[in-house]
């Protein structure tokens, strides 16, 4: 797999620049790419605009500075053709012959900036620490639409719509959530979207998974401990709450939490204040806590698994996220989500998925839920060979091949949860229906007793890609 791409410091801009000089006079070429590297910059160096074409494909340059009237290809004509072909290098052409209106047909085909001969030095490094700063910024976007992709809820489904009316009602307030539902579902998203809505987003959201720390540290990883307190404690540390002070702390998988800690949080949520462990006074904390839980608290407490007291603090308003089954209208916004963000996290090309690899996708019973379909798109998109994902391409993915390789497959082999088995019927029908009726669709939902917009809707809901039907084998 290819390795992710680091992202750039924000500290500073690079010191050194690598270069591409273009331009047919080798006399320019060589004074240009002195006064460049006496700068402290790397400057490779081209005479015609077909080969700067071929060094772009395969060299990485932080700016490319042409010639405009050269033999061949004009400087103007090579900024179009590079424009179009996606590169997002910044490009600055230069010419002796210099007018308006040149000018301002090189801005409108995206030339970062148009230099008159003969050039300044000064005016030339100017232009290149320029470039280097947008281009710091544009990367520095680039990673916080990352940063926020990586955290957004995705879909467009009814149980989606009704989870996300509910976490702008609660995030307003002071109410304790409790979140439910399978491993894999998005709980720490849910959590974070909270906290991000709420009146404390400014401050930390810091996260505990009770489940992944031993007994015998939980307490100092909540509370904190002193030096000395214990074997190993070579030093203070400060605990979950103090570092989640005025913001949100996270407690995923509180039903694993060891019954002899879930006393000391429930003294926390109850007195607002922290002891470190060899401390010798409490400290007040200001923090909102939110837990999350794959297990079935009330059982739990039945089984004195879990304290009455601490259930009832901490389930005041429950949250139920439903598994990714349950959820079928979702996965074309899923797929495209999280295909194009794991495209951008490796600097990979951007796939499409086809209709029929969805539908596909959708027949598998997905027990790790949102997660699990995250891995296999990006397994989807690490080895597809073609542009677009085949039904083919899942089929090989799919773990134990679960996924149907036609429409109808679950219903048919007696395999399948009963909604998959239900929807693969749904499915076949529809498209039986729609090719009898030669894509007459008002007639279509007549047959079946529809109105015309619930036909589309279900259509959609199916991954029936009525555009792509029509078109002839």
């Not at 077909?50 to 772009?56: K, W």
Request: aromatic letters at 4%.
């Amino acid at each position: 797999m290819a390795a992710a791409q680091a992202w750039p410091r924000k500290d500073s801009v690079p010191r050194k620049a690598h270069l591409l000089l273009i331009d047919d006079d080798p006399n320019t070429l060589a004074s240009l790419a002195r006064a460049f590297r006496l700068a402290g910059h790397e400057a490779t160096v081209c005479d015609n605009a077909n080969r700067a074409t071929e060094l772009v494909k395969t060299e990485r340059f932080d700016l490319i500075l042409s010639d405009v009237v050269m033999p061949g290809k004009t400087g103007m004509e090579l900024l179009e053709e590079l424009k179009k072909n996606g590169v997002q290098t910044p490009i600055v052409l230069i010419s002796g012959q210099a007018n308006i209106e040149m000018a301002v047909k090189a801005t409108r085909l995206g030339a970062l900036d148009f230099l008159e001969k003969p050039l300044s030095t000064d005016k030339l490094l100017l232009t290149v620490e320029n470039a280097l700063k947008l281009s710091r910024l544009e990367d520095e976007n680039r990673e916080l639409r990352h940063r926020l992709g990586k955290h957004e809820l995705v879909g467009s489904g009814p149980a989606m719509k009704r989870l996300l009316a509910q976490i702008e009602r609660v995030a307003a307030s002071e109410t304790r959530v409790c979140i439910l539902g399978e491993t894999g579902t998005g709980k720490e998203l849910v959590a974070r979207a909270i906290h991000e809505k709420s009146p404390r987003h400014e401050n930390a959201f810091i996260t505990l998974n009770c489940a992944a720390v031993p007994a015998e540290l939980i307490e100092s990883e909540l509370f904190g401990h002193e030096k000395g307190s214990f074997t190993g404690a070579a030093g203070r540390h400060t605990g979950k709450f103090e570092q989640a002070e005025g913001g949100t702390l996270f407690l995923d998988e509180i039903g694993d939490m060891p019954v002899s800690m879930q006393a000391k949080l429930l003294r926390v949520l109850e007195e607002g204040e922290v002891e470190r462990v060899g401390g010798e006074k409490p400290i007040k904390v200001n923090v909102r806590v939110i837990v999350a839980t794959h297990r079935n608290l009330e059982e739990l407490v039945k089984k004195n698994e879990f304290r009455r007291d601490l259930f009832h603090r901490i389930y005041v308003f429950p949250l139920i996220l439903p598994p990714l089954r349950e959820r079928p209208e979702d996965f074309p916004d899923l797929v495209t989500h999280f295909a194009r963000q794991v495209a951008a996290q490796n600097a990979w090309k951007e796939k499409l998925f086809a209709p029929e690899a969805i539908a596909a996708l959708r027949q598998y019973s997905w027990p790790g839920n949102v997660r699990e379909l995250r891995n296999v798109v990006e397994r989807l998109v690490l080895l597809a060979t073609g542009d677009a994902i085949t039904i083919d391409d899942v089929k090989l993915v799919l773990p134990g091949g679960e996924s149907s390789a036609s429409a109808g497959t679950a219903a048919e082999t007696g395999q399948g949860t009963l909604l998959q088995r239900t929807e693969a019927f749904e499915r076949e029908v529809l498209l039986a229906e729609i090719r009898r009726h030669n894509f007459h669709m008002t007639n279509v939902a007549r047959a079946l007793g529809l109105e015309r917009s619930h036909l589309y809707k279900k259509c959609q809901q199916l991954c029936i890609d009525l555009q792509s039907l029509r078109k002839p084998e």
